[in-house]
């Protein structure tokens, strides 16, 4: 297995570009069997989690061409409607196939997800709706299965305002007879690219970037061939952007949306940050910061996604931070590495409170989901000596290029490969 050795601590200087959101991509890539008109995207980012996406299309008898920064779906021969076990336990996001395939070929066939070990992740929300918009559903041997003459359109109210929930959802009803209403849809920058996206394809979509998004079907024949580029990764970019700080550095972060941001740009502002934005880059300066006090919860508000790098970060800074995590139950596995670098975090149930201004030491760490990786890779950066990190597959799920675009800013990190695990 691969593993980075990051020797700090150390600067970062210039500028980094983000990669194009994953989390935009995933949904999109399952948009790909809605049509047998073909799909052409751009500098798709080369991530594990893209590359089990493409598996699992072509698997499914989807053909797949690339040349230069494109990338060619062409879903006119689908011979399968079944994401099979061996796929769908690497990664959560294969479910989004759900609404695509039901919807186009009236039924489908998913082993039931797996994905980062971060809680129970069910998907009875993505089920409960389908059933409301005609399918019958099954759960048996480990895999749900759904199945309509027709989905008809009707309003659906979220119980909760679930991401993975609303993209199925919406790419369901694009297809479905009649017009479909989702109330308390989430609201993450990646459901609105989705449905740009799918407006593109020829989709009929209204409200999208409210909590209430109206979608009126369209026939199936009516879906046209298009081409797209999804939004910059805005939670790379918080990563770096916190890597900047944790190093007091002068660090550049562009290629995303910065209004995408807002939560995590005005929580590092509070914290004392010397910030300078425009509409697709940020600049971070060397700042003395002070501990912060924060929740995750949807979008708009802080994302979990951030808060195993923030609790990083946090660890560096003057004074006290408390962190709930709202979204995910065990979020917090970064907690037991962070400690053996020598941060003093305390958790209570889902607070995690944080002393900072520990002087971190580097030692032997390993990687247990996305984003507590990332976390990692920040804690290494601003801790004095070698740190060892393994199980970076974790990283590799979500983050392009890691180690070269962080060697480019100036850090001491290499990836050693096909290292036996000790
Ligand atoms: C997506 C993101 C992930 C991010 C998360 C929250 C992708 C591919 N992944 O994940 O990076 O951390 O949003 O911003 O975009 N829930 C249910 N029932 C359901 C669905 C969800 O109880 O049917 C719960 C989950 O267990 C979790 C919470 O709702 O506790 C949020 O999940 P959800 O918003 O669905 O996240 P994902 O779409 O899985």
């Known amino acids: 297995m691969d593993q980075l050795i990051i020797e700090g601590p150390t600067k970062l200087e210039g500028t980094v570009k983000v990669s194009a959101a994953k989390n935009a991509y995933l949904p999109i890539l399952a948009c790909v069997l809605l049509s047998p008109k073909p799909v052409h995207l751009k500098n798709l980012p080369k991530l594990r989690d ?13 053909q797949i061409s690339e040349k230069g920064e494109w990338t060619t779906f062409d879903a006119s021969k689908v011979i399968s409607q079944e994401a099979t076990y061996d796929l769908v336990k690497t990664m959560r996001a294969s479910i989004l196939v759900l609404g695509p395939l039901l919807t186009r070929f009236k039924y489908a066939k998913v082993s039931l997800p797996g ?3 971060i809680g129970a992740r069910p998907i009875d929300i993505h089920l409960n709706n389908f059933a409301k918009l005609g399918a019958q559903i099954n759960l048996e041997g480990g895999y749900v299965s759904a199945e309509t003459d027709q989905l008809n359109g009707c309003s659906l109210v979220l119980s909760f305002p679930s991401v993975g929930a609303t993209e199925n959802i919406l790419m369901g009803a694009i297809l479905a007879k009649g017009r479909t209403i989702i109330e308390n849809a989430a609201l993450e920058p990646e459901i609105e690219d989705l449905g740009n996206f799918l407006i593109k394809m020829g989709a009929k979509i209204e409200g999208l970037g409210t909590s209430r998004i109206v979608v009126d079907g369209v026939p199936f024949d009516e879906l046209k061939e298009v081409e797209y580029e999804a939004i910059g990764d805005r939670i790379e970019a918080a990563t770096y952007i916190m890597a900047g700080l944790a190093t007091k550095s002068t660090l550049t972060v562009k290629g995303f949306h910065t209004n995408h941001l807002e939560a995590v740009l005005t929580a590092l502002s509070e914290m004392g940050a010397k910030i300078d934005r425009d509409e697709y880059e940020v600049t971070v300066y060397p700042s003395d910061l002070k501990g912060i006090n924060i929740e995750t919860s949807p979008y708009p508000g802080f994302p979990t996604d951030a808060q195993a790098q923030l609790m990083a970060l946090t660890s560096q800074v003057e004074g006290v931070s408390i962190i709930t995590e709202n979204i995910f139950e065990n979020r917090f596995m970064h907690v037991p590495e962070l400690r053996r670098l020598g941060a003093s975090i305390e958790l209570k149930q889902k607070t995690a409170v944080i ?19 990332a976390a990692l890779v920040l804690a290494a950066l601003a801790s004095s000596g070698k740190t060892k990190i393994q199980r970076i597959y974790h990283l590799d799920r979500g983050y392009e290029c890691l180690a070269e675009k962080l060697s480019q800013l100036g850090a001491s990190i290499d990836r050693e490969k096909n290292v036996p695990m000790s």
């Open 115 to 117: 994905g980062c070990a």
């Open 355 to 373: 002393k900072g201004e520990s002087h971190l030491k580097g030692a032997p760490i390993m990687c247990t989901d996305l984003r507590a990786s």
């Open 50 to 62: 893209i590359k089990t996406m493409m598996v699992l299309l072509k698997n499914l008898g989807v």
